[in-house]
């Protein structure tokens, strides 16, 4: 796991610790966590640095919290946390989490939210789960900045071209649809309506990539292609699995849950096929249990661990 995301897991960590309503099972699920990996101790000692700066902040956080549901005092905690990693003067750190792109970007979306969007040119721009991304049009050109996470845009018609641009390079829309999702060493295209154009950043040439396929590509090259999927039936809120490994399969059902899901590595090859309502996580996770031989252990919200039986 990056450092992002472990810096995030502690974040989420101490937004549910000063929530003032944490239970039992969270308390014991976060002293799990925190003995499970030495990176996640490090992550937790990494907040210290900003202790003192965010304990000025418990006493203005809690009467920003009072009398509101526990989940919206979570939202609203994590705010507060997030301006203060700020304000603790850790912004050269902070640029590179999710939660300083959350607040900086145009657009955004946590963990089981989507967006629909509907841009000056009429292009129409759907976000999945935990993206965040920046729209930048001008009399040249039409960019989208994709940070993070995964989108899909049906592209209107204009005269000038429209780029998609992620850390391992940009995607030139040449058709009608594309599905876009930056993962941790690449970045996937899939040219659902008409073709697209590649282009690695320290790439030696461009890739043209024909519709009803899809590709990866790191920072130097495309790495690999293949016929279009079910990259984004996301849209219609359904994640879909054609034998798929369970551990890959709870990974990308991750990505729609706040916290975690650990996979026993005993069960982690299992196989797993069907079509799975979105952003029900709960739902998913019970009907798994029909399926296989398997036994889930709910620590809390944001810790779930699945066995064998």
């Known amino acids: 796991m990056n450092d992002t995301a472990l810096q995030q897991q502690a974040l989420e960590w101490q937004v549910v610790l000063w929530s003032g309503e944490v239970t039992a099972a969270e308390q014991r699920a976060f002293e799990i966590w925190l003995a499970a990996n030495e990176q996640h101790q490090q992550a937790w000692d990494g907040l210290a640095t900003m202790q003192h700066t965010l304990q000025e902040l418990r006493v203005p956080a809690a009467a920003l919290l009072r009398d509101k549901p526990q989940a919206t005092k979570r939202r609203r905690l994590l705010q507060v946390l997030a301006v203060g990693t700020l304000a603790a003067g850790m912004v ?8 300083w792109q959350d607040w900086s970007a145009d657009h955004h979306t946590h963990a089981g939210e989507q967006q629909h969007l509907l841009l000056a040119d009429g292009s129409r721009l759907s976000l999945n789960t935990s993206t965040a991304v920046d729209i930048e049009f001008n009399a040249m050109e039409r960019r989208l900045l994709l940070h993070r996470g995964e989108i899909h845009i049906a592209v209107a018609p204009g005269a000038h071209p429209l780029f998609i641009q992620t ?21 996937w295209v899939s040219a659902q309506e008409g073709a697209a154009r590649l282009i690695p950043t320290h790439g030696a040439a461009d890739y043209m990539l024909a519709s009803g396929l899809q590709a990866g590509f790191s920072s130097h090259a495309v790495t690999e292609t293949m016929p279009n999927g079910a990259e984004a039936t996301w849209l219609e809120g359904r994640l879909v ?69």
């Open 92 to 99: 050269p750190l902070a640029r590179h989490t999710d939660i």
């Open 167 to 187: 850390r391992h390079g940009t995607a030139q829309a040449l058709g009608s649809r594309l599905n876009m999702r930056v993962r941790a060493d690449e970045t």
């Open 241 to 309: 699995a054609e034998r798929m490994r369970l551990g890959d399969f709870l990974d990308e059902l991750n990505r729609y849950r706040a916290g975690v899901i650990r996979c026993d590595a005993a069960v982690a090859n299992m196989v797993v096929s069907g079509v799975f309502p979105l952003p029900d996580t709960d739902r998913i996770l019970e009907s798994l249990l029909q399926a296989l031989p398997l036994r889930i252990s709910y620590f809390s919200r944001y810790w779930v661990s699945v066995h064998a039986l």
